[in-house]
Structures are given as C-alpha cells and as structure tokens.
C-alpha cells in the first residue's frame, strides 16, 4: 500500500516557521553571518511584494468594480449597501475594543523593550526593485478604469478591455498563489531569527496571543450578533442559524478561503429556507464584498502594533484606514491571505511601511490567524443572505413586477 503525504496547510507551516525562527535567532554558537541568509531573504522577498503590491491593486481593483456593477441592479445594491455597512461597522467596532482592552496589557515596560531592543540583523546584500507604479497612482488608475469599464459593458455591451483586465487578474492571482504565498513561511523564518536576535520576539508573542484570544472571542460575538438580528428580522429561531452555519464555519477555518467555502456555505443557506435564487447569487458575492471577520482581524493587529510601538493612533486616523480598507478588500483575491495582501498598500494611512519591519510583522501576524477571520466572513455572508432575501421579496421583487407590468400596458397601447 503507497503511504499518503502528509501535506500541512498554511497556518501549520506558518506556526512552524515562527517556533524555528525564534529557536534559530537565540543560538548564540550560530555566525551572525549564517543569520543573515535569512534575513537576506525575507527582504528580497519584501522588495519583491513592494513591485507587486501596484499590480495587484490593478488586476483586483479593476475587475472587482466592473463585477459589481452588472447583476440583478437593485438586488445587487442592497446587498453590497449592507455588506460594507457591516464591514465598516466590525472595523469601528474593533477600534473601540482595542482602544479599551489592549492597554490593559499592552504596558510602558513592553513598549520601552521593545523599542530598546539591540540592534537588527543587515542584510548580505540587496537588489534595488522600484515599483513600476506609486501606490496612488495605481488606485487612481484602477478606479478610472473599473467605472470605465463598467460604463462600456452597460452602455455598449463591450468585453474586450473587460477580458483583458480579467485574464491580468489570473495572472496577479497565479503569481500569488504559487510565489508568494508558498514563500510566506521562510519570509515569516527571516522576520522572527531577526525578532529573536534583538531580543522583542518575546515582547511580542507576550502581547500577540492576547490579542488572538479577544480578535477570536469578537469573532464570535458578532456572529451571534448578526444572527441574532437576521432571525428576529425573518422571525426564525437564531440558535438554530448557527447550528446550520457550522459547517460552513469549520470548513472556512480549513480552507482559509472564502471561496473554497461557497459550495458549502450555499448548502447552509439552504438549510435556513433561502431560495435558490437568493442564495445562489448572494453567497458567491458576499464572498467577495463583505470580510468583516478578516476587517476586525486587521484592525486589531494594526492598534495592537501602532500600540506597542508607541506610534500615534487615534479615532480619525483610523476611521479613514478602516473607510478605505472596506473598499480595497472588496478586491482580495479568495485565497489565504488575500485581506492583508489587498490591505498592505494603505497601510501608509495609519503610518506603517507595508514592506518595512512592522508591515512584515503585521503579514505574519494576520496570516497565523487568517482561518478565523474567513469563517467569520462567511458565517456572516450567510445571516446578510438571510435579511436580503426579505428585502428583495418585500421591497425589490414588487417594483420590478410592476415596472414589467407598465413596460407591457405601453406596449399594448402602442
């Protein structure tokens, strides 16, 4: 009989690249020298993303806004009205918690260790890699293009600069999903020899496991939350909602992706009495639209880290990130990691440098604890997919059949 491989997922690999880095960074008999290949790497690597990081704002923005302007027209709006409202709401609800609970922990001693920690490992060498676009002109470009596009495929039922954007997006995709994200654990090895060298990795993980535990607990509180509401709203017993989001909840945390759940998660739709018409076109658009569990994940890495640096954070600042944030994930790409790497551009609104120290510990940080954030996406696509249905029903489906009604008794007199 041929013996299975054992394959480890992402978040096991990552963990592991963690244990090894700190183990590696505090052997002393190790040549500084041998430390430094490591380190060497993970800022190729980081060189690497900065180049990218413009192209996958155009192959994820352009698309994402020509999508979501064609479909079932108001349908299509209520759903993504909610979606972002809901998204928006778990990052200010994120703030709030953190602001009240992370100083709690988060004390003038960790923050001065951490700052007074020896000085970093340097590179061997570097390879100078300049983006081929800023990150601004890359969003302004997107954005015209997206509505551009979107005008010529309503207006003029024209596809071809559609086709083209899309197969870019394949291509963005394919590059993340064999390069970067398999080479994410050796990035993450390279950033925590150099944590443990200086002496912070412990500072960090004494405050960062913390952090898990409240990020995973509001998880969960919001999702009762929004079940809680979608039951009273369609008067269905809301234990008995998440009972039937259980698997769909499971299986989000063993992919890592919101849309390896779909097949999933339209069976738990299913379950709650959604139609088949709802369900089919909400679960595979909220995937896409709404990430309120990976934007509460986000936020609360972000205070954490501008925390524990003693770097300035404050309501408006963040407020605006958390803004922007709801509109750029709209692009994330469905597979492991896709929140950060889509939210790594504008991390320059709260002052941190997406490919410097603190950008790659806010990656390392977010990915280790991704597969919480998708299961919480996808438990709440599925309560928004709930009270949609009742608002197209109600509100949406009545004007349609009646403006189908005047479009006919103005044939008929014609």
Request: hydrophobic share 50%.
């Amino acid at each position: 009989m041929e013996k299975k491989k054992v394959k480890l997922g992402l978040v096991p690999k990552l963990l592991l690249a963690i244990i090894l880095g700190v183990i590696v960074g505090q052997l002393s008999f190790i040549p500084t020298t041998l430390l430094r290949i490591p380190v060497t790497f993970s800022n190729l690597f980081s060189s690497l993303l900065s180049f990218i990081i413009p192209l996958m704002i155009i192959g994820f923005i352009v698309k994402g806004i020509s999508d979501l302007t064609e479909g079932a027209g108001k349908l299509l709006g209520a759903a993504t009205v909610i979606s972002y409202a809901s998204t928006i709401i778990g990052g200010i609800v994120a703030y709030f918690v953190a602001s009240t609970v992370f100083p709690l922990f988060i004390t003038s001693q960790i923050n001065t260790d951490v700052q007074e920690a020896s000085t970093e490992l340097t590179t061997l060498f570097e390879i100078p890699l300049e983006p081929m676009l800023d990150v601004t002109a890359a969003i302004a470009f997107s954005f015209i293009m997206g509505m551009s596009i979107s005008w010529l495929r309503a207006k003029h039922k024209s596809d071809a600069l559609y086709n083209v954007f899309n197969e870019f997006n394949l291509i963005i995709v394919k590059v993340l999903n064999t390069a970067i994200i398999p080479l994410l654990p050796f990035f993450i090895f390279g950033n925590f020899v150099s944590l443990s060298y200086t002496g912070q990795v412990f500072d960090i993980l004494s405050v960062f496991w913390r952090v898990f535990l409240i990020i995973i607990a509001l998880h969960l509180i919001l999702i009762v939350l929004w079940f809680t509401f979608a039951g009273l709203y369609r008067k269905k017993n809301p234990i008995q909602l998440i009972k039937n989001q259980i698997p769909g909840y499971f299986t989000a945390i063993g992919t890592q992706s919101s849309a390896a759940t779909i097949p999933i998660n339209i069976e738990c739709a299913q379950k709650n009495g959604v139609s088949r018409k709802i369900r089919e076109f909400m679960i595979p658009l909220c995937a896409t639209i709404h990430l309120l569990g990976s934007m509460v994940t986000i936020i609360s890495c972000v205070y954490a880290v501008l925390y524990l640096y003693d770097m300035p954070v404050n309501f408006g600042m963040m407020a605006s990130f958390i803004g922007t944030l709801g509109i750029a994930m709209v692009a994330a790409p469905g597979a492991p990691g896709g929140a950060i790497m889509s939210a790594l551009p504008f991390l320059t609104i709260v002052g941190i440098d997406p490919t410097g120290t603190l950008g790659n510990l806010l990656i390392t940080l977010y990915l280790t604890q991704d597969s919480f954030g998708t299961a919480a996406n996808v438990s709440c696509d599925n309560a928004i997919t709930l009270v949609v249905e009742k608002i197209y029903f109600k509100y949406i489906a009545k004007e349609e059949a009646s403006e189908s009604l005047g479009r006919v008794q103005e044939i008929t007199v014609e």
